[in-house]
């Protein structure tokens, strides 16, 4: 099943994984923006490193290690604890693959780099011409020159069992689960987990566990009627100032200008850039 979203200007596809990838892969995606707005998108992070091929014009990008610069044609988005912001510089065409957490250092980053988009080429050559040319073969029709790449590249290799079972239970309980519990129910001490996770997934446990509670707290913020304060006691912060703090680090906003902003852009899109890396419509 295929998730679309966009108008007659913007388009947002999800394409299924196939089943013998999934342990790796949540899913393939394909953003085309023939005219995208000026100005600079902030993308939040997810919990999800992903590979990603421009067909169209790579966009600008911001770091502190860079400052503004333009993106290469093929990458690796690594774990992100702050948001990217990209700005456009022509028609975009992009494709990514979105990794699941456990699978994050899939093509062979050790250790796991944090708040980086980097150029895949200077991470593995081979993989980077290859993926390109797979990218293109998928806009082609030809799907099976991927899913191949994929079997002998990302695939190869078993996710950890603890560091994937850890992830679905701070999913499932939106970042709630203590991490001692995690810890046991995942047949693992603490100290094991947090250092399988740290190598697997790219982040300690409780910085994805705040990541789920974050990504809940802006479903709710989105949807729902009550007040910042009843949201943040719900979704488990001390009050609404340490909800404030943490959503301004993650977003660059204050709740009550990220809620105005998202529920102005429901539908709108915004939205669909969004969906096309981190936020919305991300597959599990």
Not at 72 to 88: G, I, M, N
Request: charged share 25%; net charge positive; with cysteine.
């Amino acid at each position: 099943m295929r998730k679309v979203h966009g108008n007659a200007r913007v388009r947002y596809r999800e394409h299924p994984v196939p089943g013998h990838l999934r342990h790796h892969l949540a899913c393939l995606w394909e953003l085309e923006d023939p005219a995208p707005p000026a100005g600079v998108q902030t993308i939040y992070p997810d919990g999800c490193c992903e590979l990603i091929v421009h067909l169209g014009s790579p966009p600008r990008s911001w770091d502190e290690a860079s400052g503004w610069h333009e993106q290469a044609t093929s990458l690796f988005a690594s774990q992100h604890l702050r948001p990217v912001r990209l700005e456009a510089t022509g028609a975009l065409h992009c494709l990514g693959l979105r990794l699941q957490p456990e699978a994050s250092c899939c093509p062979g980053l050790r250790p796991l780099p944090i708040n980086r988009i980097l150029d895949l080429a200077g991470v593995d050559a081979s993989l980077s011409r290859a993926l390109h040319r797979a990218m293109r073969d998928f806009v082609g029709g030809k799907e099976s020159t991927l899913w191949k790449l994929m079997e002998t590249s990302i695939a190869r290799d078993p996710v950890d069992a603890v560091s994937a079972h850890a992830v679905a239970l701070l999913r499932a309980s939106d970042g709630g689960a203590r991490i001692e519990s995690v810890a046991r129910k995942s047949g693992a001490s603490v100290r094991s987990l947090q250092l399988r996770f740290r190598r697997h997934v790219g982040l300690s446990p409780k910085e994805f566990g705040r990541m789920m509670r974050l990504r809940a707290t802006l479903r709710a913020l989105e949807s729902e009627e009550a007040s910042v304060a009843e949201v943040a006691a719900d979704r488990g912060f001390a009050d609404q100032a340490h909800a404030a703090r943490e959503l301004r680090r993650t977003t660059g906003l204050a709740p009550a200008k990220l809620r105005a902003a998202l529920r102005a852009d429901r539908g709108g899109d915004t939205a669909i850039h969004l969906a096309a890396a981190f936020l919305r419509g991300a597959s599990r």
